[in-house]
C-alpha cells in the first residue's frame, strides 16, 4: 500500500438539525477527486468522529466509498478507547470498503498507557485485521504520545504499515523514520510541519487545509518531490498563516474556510459552537494573502 | 437531594471472556449496602465507562439499582464527547432509575474547551436531564479542568446541583466551596485530599478505595463530622498508603485490593493489562499496614 | 527553633532610580515589628533576591537587622544554583545575624534535577551552616519540585528543620506533614492554601499578603490555633481575593497595595515593570471589599 | 557579523578542587582552532554560566580571547534575571574581547515575563551594547519561551541579529525565519534539531556535541551546504546516538564525551554529581557506533 501524497481529514458535514448530511459529503469527495490528492482519511479527528454514534459512522465510510474512486485511497479513524472496540470497527470498517484503518491511542486512563499497553492494544488490533493498520499520533487531542521507540517496535509489524504523526514535535518524526523499520511510511498530520517533515522523509501527509485548498496543498508536495526545495520552502511559509488559522479556530474554522471555497463546511457539532463573524471575516483576509482565494 | 457521605465509584466486574459480570456486581452492591456508605457512582471512570458498549452500560445501570435500595443514592456517570450523545444518555439513565447524573466534560479538542463552550454543553445537558447534574472535573483523565469560576456560573442553573472534583487540586475545590452558589454540593473525588476537602467545606465524596475499604472510608468522614479532626487527620494519614496505591496502580490496583477484602475484582478490560503478582504482593501489604487487611 | 506564626516575605525598596532604598526597608521592618507577625523572610523571592547584587544583599540582611529585634526570628533567603556559592552565602549571612537560611533548590538544568542531586546539595548545605536550614520548595518559580519522599529523607538531618512549601499543591504539603521526621516545621509559602495547611498540620506561613495587610493575616492564624475553624475559614474565604490579587499581579501589585496600606512598596527593579493605574484601582477595589483598606 | 557554521558552546573545565581551570580552557580552543568550527559562544549554559561567579566570569572570556583568532567568531553568554546586571555584563564582556553576546531571558518569575516585558529588557540590553546581541531561547531550562511574534519584533532593533533557539520546536524556529526581519540570523541550539532547520533557513548552530565531536558536526554543516540532502540527512541520522547522549547525561555526560575525544571535559561543578562508569561506557559505546571514536 502506498500513502504517498496528500490526504485531507475528509470533515463531516452537519444539516441545520445537526444530524448528518451524507449528500454534502458525497458532493464534497466528487470536488475533491479532481484534484490530485492521493486519497482520504475518513472520520479522523476533523471528521468529528468521537462526536458519531456508531450507525453514523458506518453509514458514512459507506457514502464515502461510493464517492471515492478505487484509485483513491480510502483510510478510515478508528478512535476508541476499548481494544474490542476498535478490533470490532475495523472490522466492520473493512467490510464496508475501507483501504486502511487510522487507529487513535487509548488515552483516557493517562497514566496508566505505557508503551507496553499501547503495544499490546496495537498489536491485537493489527493481528484482528483485515486491512493495513496506521498508528495514530495526536497527543495535543489525547494526552498520551507514541514514543519513537514504541512506533519502531510496533513497526516490526507486517500489519502495521505506517504512521500519522500529528504531534507537530518535528524531532519525534525524525526519530520514528530514524528507528522504524524500512518501508513503514510516515505522514505528518500538522501542516505546519510539512516541508520540514518531507525533508526528514515522511513521504506524506493529512492535512486539514487540504479539506479547504487541496491544489495549493499538493502542490506544496509535488513541488517538493520534484526536487525544488527553496520553491518549496517559500510556498510552505505563503501557506503558513492559512495552515494556522485552522488550527487557531479548529474544525469551525476549517468549515468555514471550505464554505469560502466553495465546498459544503457548515456548522460542528455541539459541544463545538458556530464560528462568530469576525472570525470569518479573519480566515477570509488570510486565505486571499495567502493567495488561496 | 443531599449528597453527603461517601460513595464508591463502583467499577466495572467482568468475566474471563472479558463480558461485563452482572451478578457480581449485585453481589458487591448487596455487601456494600451493609456499610455507611451513603450512596453509589455507577459508570464513573473507576467503572471503566469508557470501555463499556452503550447497550452495556444500560444493563449495567438496571442491574445496579435493582441491587441498591432507594435508601441509598444512585449517581450515573455521563461520559461523553457530543452534548447529543450525553443528553440522550441522561434521558435513558432516569429511566433505569438513576437518582443524578455526574457529566463529564467533552475535551477532546482540548484547545476549543473554552468557557462558554462548557457553559453551553452543561447549559444544555442541564435543561433537558430530568433528574439533577453534577459536574465531573477531573482533568487528569480529560486534559480539561473545570474552573472555579465557570463551576461558579453553572452552579446558578438549578438543575445543577453538585460537582465531583476529581482534581486533588484543593486550592481550586476551595475557590469552588467559596465562589458557588450556597447549597451547591462540593464532592471530592480524590481520597488523599479528603481530609481537607472536608474542612474546607465539601460534604461528601466519591473515593475508588471506598469500593475496596468501604468502612474504614466512612469512619474517617464520621470521625470528621463527629467534630474530631486530630483524629480524622490522624485516619487520613494512616489510609494514605492505601489510597495512593490504588492510584499507583489504576483500576487494576483497585480490583487487586477487592479480591483481597472479600469484593470481586477480577480483571480490567483491554487495553488495561491484568496487575502483576509483585504489585499484588506490595498491594496487600499497603492495605495490612492500613490497618484494612 | 520555633516557626509558628506569620512571616511576611519582605519586599525589598527601590528608589526612583532602581537602587535599593536600606530606610525604607528598615521603616517597613518597624511598623510591622508593631503587629503580631513571628519573624520576617529577609531576600526571598518576594524580595527579588535574584535582581539583587551580591553586596546589595548583604547590606539589605544587616540593614533589617538593625531594625528587627532579637525576639522576631529573622530568615534569611538563599537562592543560588551552584553549592559552592550558596554555602558562601549561608556562612556570610549567618555572620550578619540571620537566625535561619530558606535556601532555594537549584533548578537551572531542571532535567538532571534528580532527588540525588538536590540530596547532596541540601546535605552539604546543612552540614556547612552553623545556622538551621530550611529547604524551599517554589516550582512555579524554580520548575523542580521537591518531593515528599525527598523532604522526608532531608528532615532527618539535624540542621535541617523545615520547609516553605510555597506549591500551592496541598496534596504535596499532607505528605511531607505525614512522612516528615516529627518536629519537622512545615510553613506553607502560598496564602490560598492557609486554611488548609493548618489543618494539616502546618506550623506557620510566609505569605506574601502578611506585607500588606499583617494584622488580617496574623488573625487568620490566631483564630485556627484558638480552635475556631468555622471563622478561621470564613476570613480565609473573605481574604481569598486579596490573596490571589497579589499572586495575579506579582511583586508589582503587593508592592503597590502597601503603598496603599501605609508602607513603602515603590516599584519592582527591571524587568519588572511598574503596574498600570487601572490594575492599582482594581487592587484598591479588593482590598477595600475585603476589609482590609 | 556572519554566523555561518557550527560553534560549540564552551564548557567550563574544573580542576579537582572545583575551581576553573583556564589554561584546560585555553587547550581545547587550541585543538579546537584546528578544526571548521565557526567560532564560540563562551559562558553559554553548557558552560555552566550560573555556577560561575562574577570574577571567574570574566577571567574565562579573557583566557578564552586569547586562545580564540580574531578569526573565529566570540560570542559570550549573559544570563541574568536583572536588566541592569546584563547590561553591565554586556558592557564587561564587550571590554574584554566578546564580538558578540547572547542574552538569556529573565524567567524567575515566569508568569510575569509577558511578551511586553521581555520586549522590554532585550531592547534596552540592545539599546546599551556596543557589541551585537543575540536572543537565547532555552525553556527546557527557563521555563520561559521567546515566542516567535516576540523574536520578530526584536528582529527590527538594528543591534539585535539573531537567535540561538535550543527549544528543539521546530514549527517554532521556522516561524521565527518566516516572521523575522531579513537578514536576522537563526541558529539552532538542538542538536537533533540541526538538519531540518538548516532546511528551514537556519545559518548555523550552536551544538554541544561540537565540543567533543567539532569535525563530524561541521562535515554535517557543510554536505548540508553543499547541498547533498540525501547524505546530510543520513548523517544526521548517524549521529542522531551522539546527540542524544550528551542531551541525556546532560554535561556530565558531554565533558565524559570529550574526555574520550582527547579534550578536557572533567567534572562539573556541584550541585552536577560526576558520572558514573556505565553511563561512561554507555556514552563510549555510542560514540563509537556513530563511527567518531
Same sequence: chains 1, 2, 3, 4.
Wanted: charged share 20%; glycine share 8%; hydrophobic share 45%.
Amino acid at each position: 500500500v502506498n500513502l504517498k501524497g496528500i490526504f485531507p481529514p475528509v470533515t463531516t458535514p452537519f444539516d441545520s438539525a445537526g444530524d448528518v448530511a451524507y449528500e454534502k459529503l458525497k458532493e464534497n469527495l466528487v470536488s475533491w477527486n479532481k484534484t490530485g490528492l492521493a486519497g482520504y482519511t475518513i472520520l479522523g479527528s476533523t471528521g468529528e468522529s468521537i462526536y458519531l454514534m456508531e450507525e453514523e459512522k458506518l453509514r458514512i465510510v459507506e457514502a464515502a466509498r461510493d464517492a471515492i474512486p478505487n484509485t483513491k485511497h480510502m483510510m478510515v479513524g478508528v478512535i476508541y478507547e476499548s481494544t474490542r472496540h476498535a478490533v470490532d470497527f475495523v472490522k466492520a470498517a473493512a467490510r464496508v470498503g475501507a483501504d486502511s484503518v487510522l487507529v487513535g491511542a487509548p488515552n483516557y486512563y493517562k497514566e496508566r498507557m505505557k508503551d507496553e499497553v499501547l503495544f499490546a492494544h496495537y498489536t491485537r488490533v493489527a493481528e484482528s485485521a483485515t486491512i493495513p493498520v496506521l498508528l495514530y499520533n495526536v497527543p495535543q487531542f489525547t494526552g498520551v504520545s507514541l514514543s519513537p521507540s514504541l512506533v519502531a517496535r510496533l513497526s516490526l509489524h507486517e500489519n502495521i504499515i505506517g504512521i500519522k504523526d500529528s504531534s507537530g514535535h518535528i524531532i519525534g518524526l525524525s526519530e520514528i523514520v530514524r528507528l522504524a523499520q524500512p518501508g513503514f511510511q510516515v505522514l505528518t498530520g500538522s501542516a505546519p510541519a510539512l516541508f520540514p517533515s518531507l525533508c526528514l522523509g515522511a513521504v506524506g501527509a493529512v492535512l486539514a487545509i487540504a479539506c479547504a485548498a487541496p491544489e495549493a496543498t499538493v502542490e506544496l508536495y509535488n513541488i517538493f518531490v520534484g526536487g525544488d526545495l527553496a520553491r518549496a520552502r517559500e510556498l510552505q511559509f505563503r501557506l503558513a498563516p492559512a495552515m494556522f488559522m485552522t488550527t487557531t479556530y479548529g474544525i469551525a474554522g476549517l468549515k468555514a474556510a471550505m464554505d469560502m471555497m466553495g465546498y459544503y463546511g457548515g456548522d460542528c457539532r455541539l459541544p463545538l459552537l458556530p464560528l462568530n463573524e469576525s472570525a470569518k471575516v479573519e480566515i477570509k483576509a488570510v486565505f486571499r494573502k495567502a493567495g488561496l482565494l
